[in-house]
């Protein structure tokens, strides 16, 4: 017989599934079905236990959410892309080299969306190796399958990814600038592994066909290319939207998904500006007499 959760063959008078863990002789929940509003849109799919595998690794996000490490295990000869900064620690056998992916124009671009000109590839030479990301400020990591997907991405959430994937940082036009995100967004598309990282938690929200979902700019990781998204004002007017303390928000309509961080880095820097000394001309602060 075989198990009914994961089809696993099982020997006569087994109790439970050695595969999976499913007890026999317990029902199985059925799998909901995606409402046919959601159809056109793959979805963001993250494992539950935030472990999996891909061609020649396997990986595991730990400590989450607020200080997630993600840990890869490379199998002998096989790469692993990241960003510069990511990297935490690795095996000794494992190589390290750094290139200006795209050539000189692709890094300019790179550079001018607030990233490293240069991306690291990190390859197990000789045997299997490790090598564990985390971004630079407390957070998540979330570990995305890409399924021929495309996907966007805000430039300081982009962590890792499947060296097989196609990343290119895009232009985002003058609506992107005046959001407070910089000129560019990334866009990732192919196959394989993505590791995106937020401020604080993430928080996901998928949009049904036509549905409409306002995000405040600065709490955005990333979103699904079927999703299309326009920049305004928070509230009707531009001084009711300033008073707000929103400015522009984005507003995406679906179908899609977006994964949304529940904390935001530029006004976490706004609260604690109070409370540095001012800078002077003077070369220094007294601290009273």
Known sequence: MNCPKCGTQLGDGASFCGSCGHRLGTSVPPSPQQPSSYSGAGGIHIDEDSKGQGRGYNYEVLHQPSFSLAVIKLQAEQSIQAEAGAMVSMSANVELQSQMKGGLFGAIKRAAGGESAFVSTFTARGGPGEVTFAPGAPGDIAAIELSNQSF???????????????????????????????????????????????????????????????????????????TQYTLRKAAAGFFRSMMSGEGIVAEFTGPGELLIQTRNLAALAGLLKPFFPAQSGGGGFSLGT
């Open 152 to 226: 966007y991405v805000q430039s300081s959430s982009y962590l890792a990814g499947d060296a097989s994937l196609t990343v290119d940082t895009k232009w985002g036009g003058a609506k992107s600038f005046f959001g407070g995100e910089g000129l560019f967004v990334m866009l990732v598309q192919g196959q394989g592994l993505l590791l995106v990282s937020s401020f604080g938690a993430i928080h996901r929200k998928r949009l049904q066909a036509g549905e409409r979902y306002v995000v405040d700019t600065g709490h955005l990781v990333a979103w699904e290319g079927t």
